[in-house]
């Protein structure tokens, strides 16, 4: 089954962390970028992060910039979002996605592959 899963979500006061994690299984990463979105409640689906296949470029929108790391360990067939200081305005479902593409990130793109999402929640 193909497949990415996302874990390590979960409750978290302002100004902690959460590191996320997404898996991906009946496939190999290597020659996909990923990339993380989110979405609030009401609100779109926004892209936050993304990595390209050889993790050579790496992109971060301006609301996590300095906040939020992308990584990903192709060894492992995983990505990761660390997400440091993190706000209320954080809280939401994050999905990751894989996107078929060599050297390049276009979270506008349509993904292959996206997970089932992990809920962020904020508060104090």
């Known amino acids: 089954q193909l497949r990415l899963v996302e874990s390590g979500g979960g409750l978290v006061q302002p100004g902690g962390s959460l590191n996320l994690s997404c898996t991906a299984s009946?496939?190999?990463?290597?020659?996909?970028?990923i990339g993380w979105f989110r979405q609030a409640p009401g609100k779109e689906r926004e892209g936050v992060s993304c990595?390209?296949?050889?993790?050579?470029?790496?992109y971060h929108a301006d609301s996590v910039k300095g906040r939020f790391t992308i990584s990903r360990d192709n060894a492992k067939n995983a990505g990761y979002l660390q997400m440091n200081s993190l706000q209320p305005e954080d809280t939401g479902v994050y999905f990751c996605?894989?996107?078929?593409?060599?050297?390049?990130?276009?979270?506008?793109?349509?993904?292959?592959?996206w997970g089932q999402g992990t809920q962020v929640t904020v508060s104090s």
């Open positions: 009946g496939f190999s990463l290597e020659i996909y970028a």
């Open positions: 990595i390209t296949n050889s993790a050579y470029s790496t």
């Open positions: 996605a894989a996107f078929l593409s060599i050297n390049q990130c276009v979270l506008s793109r349509p993904p292959t592959y």
